[in-house]
Nanobody, 126 residues
C-alpha cells in the first residue's frame, strides 16, 4: 500500500515563503517522477511543478523563478520551496508520484501509474 503524505502548508503573508514536503511510504522499489499540483476554490486542478528521479524539472509559468522543486530519491520525498508567495497561490496543494514500482503487504510486486496525496492547504493573505 503506497501512500503520500504532504506537510508544510499554512497561512503566510504575501511575499513570504513556505516549504512543502511529501513522503511516499510503503514498500517502494522505484518512482519515476514526483510533483505538485494545486486546486483553488472554483478552479480546476493545475500542475505546479514536477521532477523526475533523474532530476529533470518542469514548472508552471506562473511559479517559475519563485518555486523550486527537489527530490530525495533515497527518502522517496519531494519538496516544494515556495518564495515570494502571492494571494493567487492560495490553494490546496497535492503531491503525486508517477509510475511507482511497489510491493503489496503480501509481497506481490505491482506497478501504480499514479498515486496522490490528500493535500495541504496554502493560504496567502495579509
Amino acid at each position: 500500500q503506497v501512500q503520500l503524505v504532504e506537510s508544510g502548508g499554512g497561512l503566510v503573508q504575501p511575499g513570504g515563503s513556505l516549504r512543502l514536503s511529501c513522503v511516499a511510504s510503503g514498500t517502494i522499489f522505484s518512482i519515476e517522477s514526483m510533483g505538485w499540483h494545486r486546486q483553488a476554490p472554483g478552479k480546476e486542478r493545475e500542475m505546479v511543478a514536477g521532477i523526475t528521479n533523474g532530476g529533470s524539472t518542469v514548472y508552471a509559468n506562473s511559479v517559475r523563478d519563485r518555486f523550486t522543486v527537489s527530490i530525495d530519491i533515497a527518502k522517496n520525498t519531494v519538496y516544494l520551496q515556495m518564495n515570494n508567495l502571492r494571494p493567487e497561490d492560495t490553494a490546496v496543494y497535492y503531491c503525486n508520484a508517477v509510475r511507482v514500482e511497489a510491493a503489496s503487504p503480501n509481497g506481490v510486486r505491482h506497478s501504480l501509474m499514479q498515486v496522490w496525496g490528500q493535500g495541504t492547504q496554502v493560504t496567502v493573505s495579509s
